[in-house]
């Protein structure tokens, strides 16, 4: 069966420093991966994507993603937070002979304290 | 990416009734999709809607309580019939964007009473 988990609800950082959201994934062949951030009243907005190669990804807003087989995990990352960062983020995976089909983990409430 | 409104963007219904939610994309698609987000909770696809055909409904879900139209190919709409509080939820229409990704519409926050 397919599925996503976030293990942490809600992941606190204070502004300046790196920030880690973690995503791991099962999936039957191999994932296509996603992060999505939702802000408050607002629908999701795409943040990044893996399809292939490059195991480091980058998105918008300075986000980054590791890639990594071995360990089934995508996690979402930056160097540098921002109090603007704060929001809920969801990781995504969608199965290679299913366009259509995302499966979502349950969301990770990141707050950037100043 | 595409642009895509929905209405009404929140509403308070009574148990018992309906509401139908629009969604509005800028460009021609072939599939637009439903999904519901729950306090607390991740998002779950309702269903995928072609233009033309019958909408193609995810288990646990079925059209006699979410009806959905796709009368052409930058609208649909999806009514949440004989509402009860259960049914309150974020409910987002998305598209396919490129080859992989979704674009998700800011939601319909919809509670009932």
Same mark, same amino acid.
């Given at each position: 069966?397919?599925? !996503?988990?976030?293990?942490?609800?809600? $992941?606190n !950082?204070?502004?300046?420093?790196? *920030?880690t !959201?973690?995503?791991?994934?099962s999936?039957s062949?191999?994932?296509y *991966?996603?992060?999505? !951030?939702?802000?408050?009243?607002?629908?999701?907005?795409?943040?990044?994507?893996y399809? /292939?190669?490059?195991?480091?990804?980058k998105? @918008?807003y300075?986000?980054?993603?590791?890639?990594?087989?071995?360990? /089934? @995990?995508?996690? *979402?990352k930056?160097?540098?937070?921002?109090?603007?960062?704060?929001a809920?983020?969801?990781c995504?995976v969608?199965?290679?002979n299913?366009?259509?089909?995302?499966?979502?983990? @349950?969301? /990770?409430?990141?707050? $950037?304290?100043? | 990416?595409?642009v895509?409104?929905?209405?009404?963007?929140r509403?308070?219904?009574q148990r018992?009734?309906?509401?139908?939610?629009?969604?509005?994309?800028?460009?021609?698609?072939?599939m637009?999709f439903?999904?519901?987000?729950?306090?607390?909770?991740?998002?779950?696809?309702?269903?995928?809607?072609?233009?033309?055909?019958?909408?193609?409904?995810e288990?646990?879900f079925v059209?006699d309580?979410?009806?959905?139209?796709?009368p052409?190919?930058t609208?649909?709409t999806?009514?949440?019939?004989?509402?009860?509080p259960?049914?309150?939820?974020?409910?987002?229409?998305?598209?396919?964007?490129?080859?992989?990704?979704?674009y998700?519409?800011?939601?319909?926050?919809l509670?009932?009473?």
């Amino acid at each position: 069966a397919q599925s !996503v988990a976030q293990p942490e609800d809600q $992941v606190n !950082v204070a502004e300046g420093n790196p *920030l880690t !959201v973690k995503c791991t994934y099962s999936v039957s062949g191999n994932p296509y *991966l996603f992060w999505y !951030v939702q802000y408050p009243n607002r629908g999701l907005q795409f943040l990044l994507k893996y399809i /292939t190669g490059d195991n480091l990804v980058k998105g @918008s807003y300075g986000f980054e993603a590791e890639f990594n087989k071995s360990q /089934t @995990s995508f996690h *979402l990352k930056k160097p540098s937070a921002l109090v603007s960062d704060s929001a809920l983020y969801f990781c995504a995976v969608r199965p290679p002979n299913n366009f259509n089909k995302f499966y979502f983990g @349950s969301g /990770t409430k990141l707050n $950037v304290k100043p | 990416s595409a642009v895509i409104s929905q209405k009404p963007s929140r509403d308070i219904c009574q148990r018992g009734t309906s509401l139908t939610i629009q969604c509005q994309v800028d460009s021609q698609v072939t599939m637009m999709f439903w999904y519901r987000q729950q306090p607390g909770q991740s998002l779950t696809l309702i269903a995928t809607a072609n233009q033309g055909s019958e909408a193609t409904y995810e288990s646990g879900f079925v059209i006699d309580k979410f009806p959905i139209s796709r009368p052409n190919l930058t609208f649909s709409t999806l009514t949440v019939s004989n509402m009860s509080p259960e049914d309150s939820s974020i409910y987002l229409c998305s598209v396919r964007g490129g080859l992989h990704e979704q674009y998700f519409g800011p939601g319909t926050r919809l509670t009932v009473t």
